[in-house]
C-alpha cells in the first residue's frame, strides 16, 4: 500500500487536470480543490474528504469539458465540428448520469457485476504479472540461468523446468569444474539451502540459510547495502567463515545496527563473522533464506562428484543467447567426460532462472487468468442485457428523436456515453475492491508461491482496471445501442406507444446472452467441482501409514556425541526416556521421514533378477522400531531388529515398489542393495519387504529401502513418537527432553497428522479450491441474475398477451408453467454448450488434478443440477409474477 | 459587446469579487456566498460563470504562486474590471428603478 498522501487521491487529480483547459486556469482550479480537500481533511478525515472531492471534481469536470459547458445552441451558427462534438460529449455524459439515477437498481446491479468481475481480473492480473510478467530484480535478469547436471537415462531428451525431477544438484567439485571450464559465463557461482541453528541472545533459533559462493553473488549483481557480499578470497580453502545478512534479519536481530560489521555469529557451533547486509527486497534463492554463509572448508575440498547438493547459477554473456551457450556447455560437459568416464553419460543443461523459480506454476496461475476473465465476460453479457432492456424501453424516444432529424451516430454516441459511465463506475468499484482485498487474497496464497513478496499493489492497478472496464463497456454498448438506433422509425411511433412483439428480436439477442452466460458459469461450477473431488481424492490417500497419535520431534544429534560409541548411547538414552513417558506406545526414529521436510537421494546399485542396476533411490537410516511406531506393515520376510548392529551382517528392509523393481515375479529376500558414496561400497543383504510410504501426499518415492541406523551411523533427526491419547500433550515434555538433550539445538515439533494436512499438496489445492470455488459462485450468481432479468423482462413484455389468455380462460398454473419452462430451456440450453466446453477445455485442467479425470461425469451431473436448480429459483419469481396478473387490471390499462 | 443585464449569480459573483478585494480567488468567492447570501454554490456553475464573466471582460485575473496546502497549484486571484463596475452598477439601477414606489409592495398583505 502506498504511504498516506497529505492531498487528494493522485489518480483523481491527474483525471481533473486532464478534462479541464491546459494552462493557469485548469491548474488553478486544480489547486482549489486541493486547498478545500486540505481544509476537509483536518475537520471531516480522510475518506469524507475524499468523497466530497470527487463529487466537486465531479461537477467541475462536467461543468466545463465542453464550450460552455452545454450543447451548442442553434441560434448561434455553426461552431466547428469539434469543439460540438466536445459539448455534446458533456451532454451526453450529464444526461447519461441523470438517466442512470433514475433507474438505481440497474445501474446498482450493473456496477455491481462489472466491479466485482473487474476487481476479479485486476487482483488475479497483478500476481500473475508479478511472479510471470516482470523481470527479475535482478540487472540484466534475462542473463541468468540455472545450470544442471542431467541424467539422460532419467529425464529424456529433453528435460524441461517443469520436470525438475530429471535436473539433478551437482557437489562443490563439479560446481567447480563447471565456472572454471565454462567459456560463455561473466560469472557463476553455486548455492546450496539449508536450516540451521544460530544460537541468538534469547537462545538457539531455527534460521533458513542459503551456503553461497562469491560467484553467485556476483552473477546475481545486486549491491550489498552495507559491506561487502562474498569476494573469491571466501572460496579459498582456509578462508575465515563468513556471513552476510538480509536486511530482514539485519533489522529483527540487530535492530538496522549500522555497526554490525565484524560481528561474530554463531551458526550450528562454527563462528560466522559478518561482512555484510543485502538491501531490503533481496530474497534469493526464496524469501525464507535470512542469511548467506560462506561454503566450510570441509565441503570445499570434498572430492566427491556423485552427490548433489548444490545449485548453480550463472550470467550469460549476452552474445551467445541461451542455444549457444548450450552448445558451449555441451562441449564442456564432453570434455569432463573425458576426464572422470564414469559421468560421460552426464550433460550440462542451461535453463533461463525465471522458467526454474516459476517453474511450472505458470499454466496453474494462467488458467486462474482465464477462469477470472470467464467471470468478467459473464458481468459482461449482464451488462450488455441491462443495457439491451433500456434500448428497447427507449426506442420510442430514440424514434420521435431520429423523426425530429437526430443522426443515427448521435444517437449511437448517446448510448455510448451512458455505457461509459457505467463501466468507468464499474471501473472505480473493482479497483476499490482489488484495492481491499488484496491483502487477504495473498494470504491465501500457497506460501511456497514463487516471487510472492514480490507483489505490490500499486496505481498501475488502476490503470488495468479502467483499460478493463472500457473494453468491457465498449463491447457491450455497441450493438444494442446500434440496435435501437437502428429501428425504423414509422414501426416505432406506429405502435402508438404499446409493447406488443416489439422487443421480441431483442429478447432473442437476450436470450443468446443468457445460453452463453449459463453456459460459462457451468464451466467455472464443473472446474471449482473437479478440484474439490480433486482435494477430497488428495486427503483420502493413504500415506501407507498410520498418522494417529504421533509426535514428531526433530534436532540434531549434540556435537559431542557424534563419535561412534557416543552416538550409540545417545540414540539407546533418547529411546529410553522417550518410551518413560506416560502413554506412549512405540518410539522410533529416522533420519528421514514423510511430511518432515527434504530428503537425500543417492544414487544406488541394486540387484536386479536381470543384474545389477543403478539408479537414484531414496533411504532412511532408522532405529528397528521405526516401521512398528510408524504402522507401516511388513509384507514380506521380517523387520530390522536390534540384532543388526554394527558387527552383523548388513540389512535392509526394501519398499514394494523397489521389491517389485528387483524381482517382478518372485522374491527379493536375499537379493542385495549398495549405496554408492564415498566410504560406503558395502553390499546389503534384503531381509524384509516394506508397505509403500507416500512422501508428499501427491509423491510416491520410487523405490525406498531402509537401514538400521547403528549399520550406518551419521545423523539422526527425527524422533517418532506414538501414544494412545491426544498427542498434542507430549508436545511440551518432548521439547524439553530435546533441549536437554542438546541445548544448542532449536527442536521442531509437530503432529504428524497437522503435518500431512497442511502439506504442500494439500494447501496448494486447497488454494486452488477456494479461489475457483469464489469464482464459481461469483459466475453463477451473475448467470443467475441474467436469467432472472430476461425472464423479468419478457414477462413485463407479453403482460398483455397473458391478460389476454387468462380472460379467455387459461390457467394460472400454465401460465406459470409456460415462463418456468422457457427459463429452463435457456438453463438447459446453456449447460448443453457449457458440457461441451469441458469435455473439449478438461485436458488443460488435467495435469493440476489427483486421482480423478476431467471428464468426471458425478462432477459434470452435479453441477448441472446445482446451476438447473438455481435458474429454476430465477425463473419462478417472474413466474409467479406473471401468474398472479389480474386480467381485468391488465386489459384496463390498455 | 451589447449591453446587456447581468442575471443573479452573475451579480452575486461579481459582488463577492469586489468584497473580497485582494483575496478574491475561486475558493473565498465561494465561502462569501455561503456566508452572505446562504447560497451554496456547486463548483461547476462557479468556474462556469468566472469564465463567462472573464469572456464579457467584466472580470480580469492575474495568476500567483501555488502554495503547499494547494498541492503547488497556482491561484488565480480576480478583480472586476471597469466595465464589470459599469455592468453591476447599470444592473443595479434598473433594479431600482424598477423597485420605485414597490418598497411596501405586498409585505402586509395576507396570503
Known sequence: MSPRRAGPPAWAEALLLLSLPRGPVGRSIVGDLHEEFTADLSGRGRTRAVLRYLRRALSVALHLSGPGGRAPHPGKGRQSRTRQGVGALGHDLR??????????????????????????????????????????????????????????????????????????AVPYEVHRDWVEMSPVFTAAGGYA???????????????????????????????????RSFLPEDDQVGAPPAAVLSDGYWRRRFGGDRGVLGKVLEVDGLGYTVVGVMPQGFAFPGSATQLWLSFSDELKTNPVRNAGYMQVVARLAPALGLEGAQREMDQVARRIGEIHPEEVEHGIGLFP????????????????????????????????????????????????????????????????????????????????????????????????????????????????????????????????AWKAAATPINTV????????????????????????????????????????????????????????????ASFDVPPDRRSTAEFAAFLEEMEARLRSFPGVLEVGAANQMPFSGGWSAPPVSVETVEGVREGIRHFAAVLPTYHATMGIPIVEGRSLSPQDGPAAEPVVVVSETLARLMAPEGSPLGMRVRIETVGDSLWRTVVG?????????????????????????????????????????????????????????????????????????????????????????LAAFLAVLGVYGVL????????????????MGAERGRVLWRVLRQGLALAGLGIGVGVVLVLVLGQVVQAGLFGIPARDPLTLVGAALGLGAAVLVASYLPARRAASLDPVVVLRGE | MAPRFLGDFEQMVLLAVLRLGEEAYAVAVLREMDIRAGHSVSRGTLYKTLERLHARGLVAWAVEEGTPERGGHPRRLFRVTAAGMRALHDSRSVFLRMWEGLEGAGEGSPR
Open chain 1, 689 to 777: 519387504v516394506a508397505g509403500d510410504v507416500v512422501y508428499r501426499l501427491n509423491y510416491v518415492p520410487q523405490g525406498m529401502f531402509y537401514v538400521p541406523i547403528t549399520q550406518r551411523p551419521g545423523s539422526i533427526r527425527n524422533w517418532v513418537v506414538r501414544s494412545d491419547g491426544d498427542p498434542e500433550r507430549l508436545l511440551a515434555p518432548v521439547r524439553r527432553l530435546a533441549v536437554e538433550m542438546n541445548p544448542g539445538a532449536a527442536p521442531e515439533l509437530r503432529v504428524l497428522e497437522d503435518a500431512v494436512r497442511s502439506s504442500e499438496a494439500v494447501v496448494a489445492s486447497r488454494f486452488t479450491v477456494i479461489l475457483l470455488g469464489g469464482l464459481a459462485a
Open chain 1, 493 to 552: 411511433l406506429g405502435e402508438g406507444g404499446r409493447n406488443l412483439s416489439g422487443g421480441r428480436s431483442a429478447s432473442r439477442i437476450q436470450g443468446a446472452l443468457v445460453v452463453s452466460q449459463v453456459a460459462l458459469a457451468f464451466v467455472l461450477l464443473a472446474g471449482a467441482g473437479l478440484f474439490v473431488r480433486s482435494m477430497v481424492e488428495l486427503l483420502a490417500v493413504d500415506p501407507g501409514f498410520r498418522s494417529e497419535g504421533i509426535v514428531i
Open chain 1, 95 to 168: 444526461l447519461a448520469a441523470r438517466l442512470l439515477l433514475r433507474r438505481p437498481g440497474l445501474t446498482l446491479t450493473a456496477v455491481v457485476s462489472l466491479g466485482l468481475g473487474i476487481g476479479a481480473n485486476t487482483g488475479l492480473f497483478t500476481l500473475v504479472n508479478a511472479i510471470l510478467l516482470r523481470p527479475l530484480p535482478y540487472p540484466e535478469a534475462a542473463e541468468l540461468v540455472g545450470v544442471f547436471r542431467i541424467d539422460p537415462e532419467v529425464t529424456g531428451p529433453t528435460p524441461t523446468p517443469e520436470r525438475l525431477s530429471g535436473l539433478f
Open chain 1, 353 to 480: 532462472l525465471k522458467d526454474l523459480i516459476v517453474a511450472g506454476r505458470g499454466a496453474g496461475l494462467l488458467g486462474l487468468m482465464g477462469a477470472v476473465a470467464l467471470v468478467l465476460l459473464i458481468a459482461c453479457t449482464n451488462l450488455a442485457g441491462i443495457l439491451l432492456v433500456r434500448a428497447t424501453e427507449r426506442r420510442r424516444e430514440m424514434g420521435v428523436r431520429r423523426a425530429l432529424g437526430a443522426g443515427r451516430g448521435r444517437l449511437v454516441a448517446q448510448q455510448l456515453a451512458e455505457c461509459i459511465l457505467l463501466s468507468l463506475l464499474g471501473g472505480l468499484a473493482g479497483w476499490a475492491l482489488a484495492r481491499v482485498g488484496m491483502e487477504p487474497f495473498l494470504s491465501l496464497m500457497p506460501r511456497e508461491l514463487p516471487r510472492l513478496g514480490e507483489v505490490r499493489v500499486d496505481s498501475g492497478l488502476l490503470l488495468v482496471a479502467f483499460a478493463l472496464a472500457l473494453l468491457a463497456g465498449l463491447l457491450t454498448a455497441l450493438l444494442p
Open chain 1, 792 to 807: 423479468a423482462y419478457l414477462v413485463q413484455l407479453r403482460t398483455r398477451e397473458m391478460g389476454i389468455r387468462m380472460a
Open chain 1, 193 to 227: 539451502t539449508d536450516g540451521a541453528t544460530v544460537l541468538e541472545e534469547s537462545g538457539p533459533a531455527s534460521v533458513r540459510v542459503a551456503l553461497m559462493t562469491s560467484g553467485t553473488f556476483r552473477a546475481l549483481g545486486v549491491a550489498p547495502e552495507l559491506g
